[in-house]
Each structure stands twice: as C-alpha cells, then as structure tokens.
C-alpha cells in the first residue's frame, strides 16, 4: 500500500524558506496541497521561490530582530503546520567564539524558533483544531564538532526546547518534533564541509558512507507533520546515515 501524504485546507509556515532545506520543504509541501506562508530575510530569495511556487505568500524578516518577527508573524494569519527551518553556523573554536558571535547563532537557532512558535502555537490553542510543529535541529546537537561551539549548543537548545513544547502543547492536540540531519550539502554544509581533510574523518564513521540528501531531510519532516505520525511527540529523530551507531 502506497503512503500517500496531503495537507489540502492546511496552512503552512516555514521559516528559513529561502534557500536550501526550507526552500524545498515549501516547493514539497505546496505539491501536496498546503497553503505555504515562506519566511526569509532576503527578499530576492522569496521572489525566486515565488516565480516557482506562484501560489505561496512570503514573509521578509529577520528573524535575529525579535521585535520585528513578533510583528510580523501576527500577521500571517492561522497556521496549521509550522517548519522552524532557519539557522545559521559561526565557525571557531570554542576559546576564540566572541559574545558577538555567540548572541548571532543564538538570536536566530533558538530565540527565532522560541519566538515564532510561540505566536503560531498561541493560535492553534485558541483555535482548538491541534496542528503540528517541525523544528530542525542537527545531529551537531548530540556530538561535538570541533569549531561548533556556537552552533552544537544552540542546536541542543533546539532539542530541550522541543521537549518542553511536546510536554505543554501535547494536551492541545499540537505535536512537536525535531529532525537531526547530519551534513547536508546546501550553501551552508559546503562552508562547513567541503574540505576533504575535515569532512572525511566524519564520513568515515557514517557506516552509509555519504552525507545527507536535501531529500532526506524534506520528505522526513513532512512525514513528521503529517497524520502519518500522528503517535509521535517530543523526539528528535536523527537522519545520518548511521553516525551515532559508530
């Protein structure tokens, strides 16, 4: 029997919904019948994704400005489905990672998420129809990698946070979940991981031998909001290929 996954008369808000991951996840979720509200901070990047997806309603914010996301996000309207998708990466070792840096990762890995799942939660509460929260975190949440330090823990933040949003929202029919890929390949994961000497110790240990396809992560987070998952609540499901059974 073949799983089919829809979402018609759903809305979806996806964060991040520029480039890479989050950008895929609106194109996929458009196919399967969501109406998609696509959130970036770079304009031309929504209006690239427009000319594909004609359908969607965009968002220009960033979501580093706390105030501003809060505005923003009061105007989208209901939400049935929401992707925390945006995150960023600030290379260096622990003993040279800045204040700076470390307010920059954190403004937009865990304040940004905290931030706008408050307010779509806050709806689907008071609308009393249940709905259904994905937030990416990273296998970086349950490993150490060297020059992360910014980024491994905001991504564990991700996953405690996730936890208590299971916890709290569960009763109103909301689920909560993250995803935990390792290395994916768009603009990002090249930055960090396009230099054979660093990233060929890590494929090493993934007994699969590569890294992971924006796919993999794509069709796991729609699987994930979907009715299909309808018992799963509060885990942080890692897509890496094998890494933490090495």
Known sequence: MRMEIRFASKR???????????????????????????????????????????GIHTVQVDLGDWIATREAMEKVGNIDLLVNNAGIAHL?????????????????????????????????VERGNGGAIVNVSSIASKIGLRDHAAYCSSKGAVDSL?????????????????????????????MAWSDPSKSGPLLARIP????????????TVLFLLS???????????PIEGGLLAN
């Not at 895929?24 to 690239?48: F, H, M, N, P, Y």
């Not at 998952?229 to 509060?234: T, V």
């Open 12 to 54: 979806a808000l996806v964060t991040g919904a520029g480039k890479g991951i989050g950008r895929e996840i609106v194109k996929k979720l458009a196919q399967c019948g969501a109406e998609c509200v696509a959130v970036s901070r770079t304009q031309a990047d929504l209006d690239s994704l427009k000319d594909e997806v004609p």
């Open 92 to 124: 260096s070792s622990f003993l040279e990672t800045t204040r700076e840096d470390l307010d920059k990762v954190f403004d937009v890995n865990i304040k940004s998420l905290f931030n706008v799942s408050q307010i779509v939660a806050k709806g689907m």
């Open 227 to 237: 009715d299909q998952a309808a018992s799963l609540n509060g885990i942080a499901l």
């Open 208 to 219: 699969l031998g590569k890294f992971v396809d924006v796919d993999d992560v794509v069709n």
């Open 162 to 190: 996730t936890q208590v949003m299971a916890l709290e929202l569960g009763p109103h029919k909301i689920r909560v979940n993250a995803v935990n890929p390792t290395v994916v390949m768009t603009d990002m994961g090249r």
